[in-house]
């Protein structure tokens, strides 16, 4: 059983992660296109071309870290290593030198991806820490109810801090304004990755040393299905989520036409999320895990819908269907990093093989591939409904923009429904495996 601290510890990794991924999600679109002066149409394919070195890093990563063997363990030597460099990466992507409109994208790609790799190398073996300090399924669902409660703090911190900040250090320089924001969250986030190695502990190993070549791991990993389902799941929600979140500062902004209001608006959503998260273990204790996350899909999906039918002037009720979509929604995502370590689970029972640090490095790969959609297809849609930054918008657009924020991000969450059904982990067959294992590991 794990005491509290080291739960709170592992989930202010999650602060320190989510300081930076949040605010890629809720304000570096905005922050290229209206900031650094990149088209739309640019930024969504800037977005997508990085994932395609994501897919050569991913895994290379996870196996790397299923290799490493050192005093503090596998996975979270690499809190320590890598926790300044992801700072200062950090900050220099949120840095506009004086540039050409080629020398802004240039620059741009380079520093996302510098960004995106750094976020790789640190986030990976962190995922898997979260898988190897507990071997019960119950205490897992905790222990990511932990993580997702304090990753969502940082989120909060992002949402309600970032704009006031870039106010107040930038005195109307909006670019010197991000740029001593970021150096003030990634101080900040470093800070919470020590910590987090500090006071965390790796307890589940590997029956065995891996032996496997990496081509080898990656088609064992292939035969477990399970984690196939995760892998498809995780890429359609993270286009879907990103899709709605990214679009939330444009929908306040010009479809509700309260620009002065982002703030609140974003901020009360990441309340949503917190609450959802903390949800999470409670409801696992009475509904089965892959029940809970179907059926939470389906509420998620209609509350989206639900924010297509109201009118531009009910503000009050914007915010409280933006707040209950975040709720419900989040309520979901510790139960999907549970299913993770499920998976592992599965697939050291039916190939003898424990690949922790892969599967999570190609399901985070998934999650950053539909990062990349969504932020592609935000990008992508405000070029095609001809969205202008700073100007008055046509009513086109503005549709154009309710649409992208609310049906199309529905679809994708019925669709992470529909895929989910195919995932045979449920809680009975969880708890077979793992005595199965519990019994091979004592022979």
């Known amino acids: 059983m794990l005491t509290k601290k080291e739960k709170i510890a592992y989930g202010l990794g999650d602060t320190a992660s989510n300081i930076i991924f949040q605010t890629v999600i809720l304000f570096l679109t905005f922050f290229y296109t ?92 962190y995922s898997a820490l979260g898988g190897v300090l507990s071997r019960d399924p119950n205490e897992r669902v905790s222990i990511q109810s932990y993580r997702f409660v304090f990753g969502m703090l940082g989120g909060l911190i992002v949402s309600a801090c970032t704009l006031p900040l870039v106010s107040w250090l930038g005195q109307g320089d909006n670019a010197l304004g991000y740029q001593l924001t970021m150096v003030l969250m990634s101080c900040l986030g470093v800070v919470l990755f020590l910590t987090c ?5 790796e307890r589940v190993c590997a029956s065995q040393a891996i032996r496997l070549n990496l081509k080898q791991q990656m088609t064992t990993l292939w035969r477990n299905g399970p984690f196939k389902v995760l892998c498809c799941a995780s890429a359609v929600l993270l286009t879907s989520m990103v899709l709605r979140t990214t679009l939330a500062i444009y929908y306040i902004k010009y479809v509700l036409g309260e620009g002065d209001l982002v703030t609140q608006f974003v901020t009360l959503g990441m309340i949503g999320n917190i609450l959802g998260c903390a949800c999470a273990q409670p409801l696992s204790k009475f509904v089965d895990k892959k029940t809970a996350y179907i059926y939470l899909q389906y509420i998620s999906a209609a509350i989206s819908c639900l924010a297509f039918w109201l009118p531009s002037d009910s503000l009050v009720l914007a915010f409280g269907v933006y707040f209950l979509w975040c709720f419900f929604t989040q309520m ?5 990093w549970a299913k993770m370590a499920d998976t592992i689970d599965f697939g050291q029972w039916q190939d003898g093989q424990r690949l922790t640090g892969l599967v999570y490095a190609s399901v985070v790969f998934f999650i950053k591939l539909g990062l990349a959609l969504g932020g592609a297809l935000a990008g992508w849609l405000l070029a095609y409904y001809d969205y202008q930054a700073n100007t008055v918008l046509s009513e086109t657009t503005k549709s154009g923009i309710l649409m992208s924020f609310t049906l199309y991000p529905a679809i994708g969450s019925v669709l992470v429904a529909l895929i989910m059904k195919r995932y045979i982990l449920d809680n009975k067959t969880v708890r077979q495996i793992n005595a199965d294992l519990a019994t091979s590991n004592n022979t």
Request: zero cysteines; aromatic letters at 14%; glycine letters at 6%.
């Open 332 to 336: 979901a995502t510790p139960l999907l």
């Open 197 to 201: 190695f500090k006071f965390t502990k």
């Open 34 to 125: 209206d900031i650094f002066g990149i088209s739309p149409a640019v930024v969504g394919t800037l977005f997508l071309v990085v994932r395609v070195i994501d897919a050569i890093t991913d895994p290379l990563m996870g196996s790397l870290t299923d290799s490493t063997r050192t005093r503090y363990g596998s996975y979270r030597p690499y809190l320590l290593w890598l926790a300044v460099p992801f700072g200062l990466i950090s900050i220099i992507t949120f840095t506009t030198p004086d540039l050409s409109d080629s020398g802004k994208v240039i620059y741009a790609f380079i520093t996302y991806t510098l960004l995106m790799l750094v976020y790789t190398a640190i986030n990976i073996p």
